[in-house]
């Protein structure tokens, strides 16, 4: 099968995501007792306050999406080209429509999902944040009561394990592994929250987002020895 067939398919995606309040004071009166008894099971004896910025925004009971990128593969005068388009909002509602309508567009409705831990969490997040915001799940995300072994979605964390369950290696750890060049940090994950709550810097959360899902393109290629796509191919729309 040629390679490009393959890769025209698949969508590579990241998605972003904070605590459902700036503190854990802020927190409603119904969910705060709720986030003790969850807090006590992620780390028993520690304070649920004191946890709640650094944990609530992975769990999709306690946290919410703020962005989410989206990238493809394309031809251009036959060299490899990539796209990224991101969106982000405050309003959590109007992400994960805008998410829904750009997948329900898709001429190709066979499209796979390929995202760096993603069985583990941006696939599940959002089909849980769907649910939550009232939106139809879009047919890429249609995944109930299928076994783990039927969804067909790629997950490069899982392809780099080869059934080690014990370990997680980050995006940016392979990527220093197979020398695939990256942008210049401007922040990492521990430091979303922060910058979404007290900087209110939404674009520098996008930019962010996009780069892992270069990233994750990037490496999904090396991982089928593929040369990487040289910066002036990549396209932030």
């Known amino acids: 099968m040629d390679f490009f067939k393959k890769l025209k398919n698949i969508l590579f995606i990241d998605i972003e995501t904070v605590p459902c309040a700036e503190s854990y004071d802020k927190l409603s009166s119904r969910l705060q007792p709720l986030w003790d008894k969850k807090a006590n099971f992620i780390d028993k004896g520690a304070s649920a306050k004191n946890i709640f910025d650094d944990k609530a925004g992975i769990y999709a009971e ?30 959590e509602q109007i992400v994960l429509r805008e998410f829904k309508e750009m997948t329900d567009r898709l001429e190709n409705k066979n499209h796979l999902l390929c995202a760096h831990n993603g069985k583990e969490f941006d696939f599940p997040f959002l089909c849980r944040r769907l649910l939550v915001n009232c939106i139809e799940l ?5 995944l109930r009561g299928k076994k783990p072994w039927e969804v067909m979605h790629y997950d490069t964390l899982e392809m780099w394990k080869f059934g080690d369950k014990k370990n997680f290696t980050s995006l940016d750890l392979l990527a220093a592994l197979f020398d695939v060049p990256t942008s210049k940090d401007e922040l990492d994950g521990s430091m979303v929250r922060d910058t979404y709550y007290k900087h209110n810097d939404l674009e520098k959360i996008a930019r962010y987002c996009e780069r892992d899902v270069v990233l994750t393109a990037q490496i999904f290629l090396k991982y089928h020895c593929q040369p990487v796509i040289d910066k002036e191919s990549i396209y932030i729309i």
């Open 138 to 142: 879009p047919k890429i995300l249609q």
């Open 62 to 91: 306690f946290g919410k999406v703020v962005t989410i990128a989206l990238g493809f593969f394309y031809k251009q005068d036959e060299k490899l080209c990539f796209k990224v388009k991101s969106f982000t909002n405050r309003d």
